[in-house]
């Protein structure tokens, strides 16, 4: 396709969106929550030809969907939990996610090395069952490793380790992408199918007339204006904040609902390249206390991670707990040649999973609740979707399609339509995730970015100023956060750096938007993302 024929990237005007929300219409469908889960529903129904509108109430992907581990994968762990159904969809949506974003999600290849005799053959086999079970959707075969090319693709993993000399390894492939970026290619392809969708706009209450849902209060959160939205179905998307507003529906027609999520934080650090120079990323199956740890190249540092710790509160910025950043530190040194001190972080970051609580559950074990997601029709007719995994939102979307269809919330209009549909941005590249953010990750829009003004002019971390006008013309950019933290990576990548660019990026976006930029939460935030917790390691 040449640079002419691509569609012009659509604006995002904050008063035309808030003007269209104020439009009396009823809507086919209501999603509650832009993150992974709440986008691709939005994106499925728009792409059916329904009428849609998504309320976010902070940004696209504030929430559990920037946190990842940023893996597109089958799940080699529940595989050994004998989850063979979960592995089988999720190693088919791996697929569909490759070819639909291939400037943000590409495959990744893993290894695994050993240090007893039998971890290579007793890995090696699970991983050959991993190939079986992808068949044509494999990336790449599994291989058993020798000590040599084992060192070669992890030149700094320790020969020595903490069960004996080094023998060998194990090379599996899987995928991995930028999560906060591929969400908002899910947002602008649902914007670009016809759907309305507003961050900083959250959903206040729900409308029930006869004990039947009949739409929600949202309020605009940048001028405080509220609106009442109807819709035929309202789809309650929120993460781990679903029970919130199941509690409120069960309230409005007079039903016990007890909550369904069981939160668990996962922490992940940042170190330098240096300490994992590498293209491919290491798995250790079982460290000292049965946990896996990973150590994944991506946007040119090492993420290390991550952690299972079940949490009942459901902060917004959740703070890690010194016993999580210390196993990561402790067990990465076991690994690595160099071992990864408190001062080598460039940012701590955690995330918030929406585990599925069976009803009878006291939330104790974490690591043992369903992975899968969850759909819930509700009496009145509001739809609670939550769990499962990022890899695995598409296919999500469509059980959500299929129970609204069910239930009669909407009129059937069935078929897979968004498995071959390419996001905005869609372009093979030569670049790899795990390369330095620039360009390349804007994919066929990379010549739209380049026209605005400003183009050549770096501020730092590979985001130039027209990078920033573009997040704010054409990205939903409301505030330094936004783009920092989500339309580049940085305050995940280098919360130091992120600082060190907060004003600049500021003062661009006063002159795009015309509304504070919120910098002095922005360099609070990079104050959190970069504090231990007292006393780690
Ligand atoms: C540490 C960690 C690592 C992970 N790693 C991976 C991985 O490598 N690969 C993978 O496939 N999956 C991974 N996952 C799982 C995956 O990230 C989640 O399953 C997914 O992001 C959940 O998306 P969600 O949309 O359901 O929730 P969220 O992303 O949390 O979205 C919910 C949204 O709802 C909004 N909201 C809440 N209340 C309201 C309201 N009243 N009005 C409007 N909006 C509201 C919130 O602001 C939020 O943005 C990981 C999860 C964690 C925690």
């Known amino acids: 396709m040449t640079t002419e024929s691509l569609p012009a990237p659509v604006p995002t005007r904050r008063k035309e969106l808030i003007d269209r929300l104020a439009e009396p219409r009823q809507y086919d469908l209501a999603v509650i929550g832009g993150g992974a889960t709440g986008l691709g529903v939005a994106l499925d129904a728009a792409a059916r030809g329904f009428s849609v509108v998504l309320v976010e109430s902070h940004d696209f992907a504030k929430g559990t969907s920037s946190r990842a581990t940023k893996l597109v994968h089958g799940g080699v762990r529940y595989l050994a939990q004998g989850n063979i159904s979960l592995v089988r969809e999720a190693l088919h949506e791996r697929t569909m996610l490759l070819a639909n974003a291939p400037h943000l999600a590409q495959p990744l290849a893993f290894v695994m090395p050993s240090y007893k005799f039998w971890e290579a053959p007793f890995y090696g086999v699970g991983l050959k069952m991993y190939d079986a079970l992808a068949g044509k959707a494999g990336l790449g075969p599994t291989e058993f490793l020798s000590r040599t090319e084992t060192l070669g693709y992890l030149p700094t993993v320790q020969s020595q380790g903490p069960n004996g000399c080094l023998r060998g390894g194990v090379k599996y492939w899987d995928g991995q992408f930028d999560d906060a970026r591929l969400a908002l290619a899910l947002a602008r392809t649902a914007a670009r199918k016809g759907a309305l969708l507003v961050n900083y706009c959250a959903a206040t209450g729900l409308i029930h007339e006869n004990g039947r849902l009949m739409g929600l209060h949202v309020q605009d959160q940048e001028s405080g204006r509220s609106f009442a939205l109807k819709a035929k179905c309202v789809v309650n998307a929120a993460g781990v904040w679903v029970d919130q507003l199941r509690l409120q529906d069960g309230q409005a027609i007079g039903r016990e609902t007890r909550p ?33 740890l990973f150590a994944v190249p991506w946007l040119g540092k090492t993420i290390l991670g991550t952690t299972d710790t079940p949490r009942h509160d459901l902060a917004r910025e959740p703070l890690p707990f010194k016993e999580e950043v210390d196993f990561i530190l402790r067990e990465s040194a076991r690994y690595l040649t160099r071992a990864p001190r408190p001062a080598d972080i460039k940012s701590i970051w955690v995330g918030l999973r929406p585990l599925v609580k069976p009803p009878d559950d006291d939330a104790g074990n974490t690591r043992a609740l369903s992975r899968e997601h969850t759909v819930l029709v509700s009496k009145s007719g509001l739809v609670t979707v939550t769990g499962g995994k990022w890899t695995t939102y598409r296919a999500m979307a469509e059980d959500v399609l299929n129970k609204c269809f069910g239930a009669n919330l909407l009129p059937a209009r069935t078929g897979k339509v968004t498995a071959h549909l390419k996001l905005v941005g869609a372009r093979a590249s030569k670049h790899k995730i795990s390369d330095a953010p620039g360009a390349h990750l804007y994919g066929s829009e990379a010549e739209a970015v380049q026209s605005l003004p400003g183009a050549s002019r770096e501020l730092g971390g590979g985001l130039t100023e027209a990078m920033v006008r573009f997040a704010a013309r054409h990205e939903y950019a409301r505030c330094v956060e936004d783009v920092l933290a989500r339309r580049s990576r940085l305050l995940f990548l280098d919360a130091a750096l992120a600082s060190s660019m907060a004003a600049e990026v500021a003062a661009l976006l006063l002159q795009e938007n015309g509304v504070d930029p919120q910098l002095d939460a922005f360099l609070a935030l990079c104050g959190q993302y970069l504090s231990l917790p007292a006393d780690a390691a």
């Open 260 to 292: 369904m999520v069981a939160p668990s934080q996962g922490v992940h650090i940042v170190v330098d390249r240096s300490f994992l120079p590498t293209d491919h990323a290491m798995l250790i199956p079982k460290t000292a206390d049965g946990r896996v």
